[in-house]
């Protein structure tokens, strides 16, 4: 897939999750130092319940359009989920675990955009 194709796959994705009110949507590009994806999409929602709808809301939008979710691991434990979708990976945290394990920090090394500048 190209970069333009995953640069929609992002903006879903952020619109998905600005629309059941994720909190500090992050993303970051990762491109040029990881070869798992391209972006990561990094948000917290502010209890179980929000996760679980932060993640139904992604995976239908893309669905949708085309994305397949291609894995996902904790789902039912709504601390972390994380979805991959080949060229993007969303995390959607609640706000306790998204601290503690502070992605953004693991990778500094990637490139924090705006969805605007997509």
């Known amino acids: 897939m190209s970069m333009e194709t995953s640069k929609e796959m992002v903006k879903l994705a952020y619109a998905a999750l600005d629309e059941k009110k994720a909190e500090d949507i992050?993303?970051?590009d990762i491109a040029g130092v990881s070869v798992l994806a391209d972006y990561f999409i990094i948000?917290?929602?502010s209890n179980e319940s929000q996760?679980?709808?932060l993640v139904d809301n992604v995976e239908e939008a893309l669905e949708k359009a085309g994305y397949p979710l291609k894995q996902t691991e904790g789902h039912g434990l709504g601390s972390w989920v994380l979805?991959?979708?080949g060229d993007i990976i969303v995390h959607v945290f609640d706000r306790e675990n998204r601290l503690?394990?502070?992605l953004e920090r693991i990778?500094?090394?990637g490139k924090q955009i705006d969805v605007?500048?997509?």
């Open 83 to 85: 979805m991959d979708f």
């Open 107 to 109: 990778w500094v090394d």
């Open 51 to 53: 996760v679980r709808a």
């Open 26 to 28: 992050r993303i970051i």
């Open 100 to 102: 503690f394990y502070d």
């Open 116 to 118: 605007a500048d997509l």
């Open 43 to 45: 948000c917290n929602g």
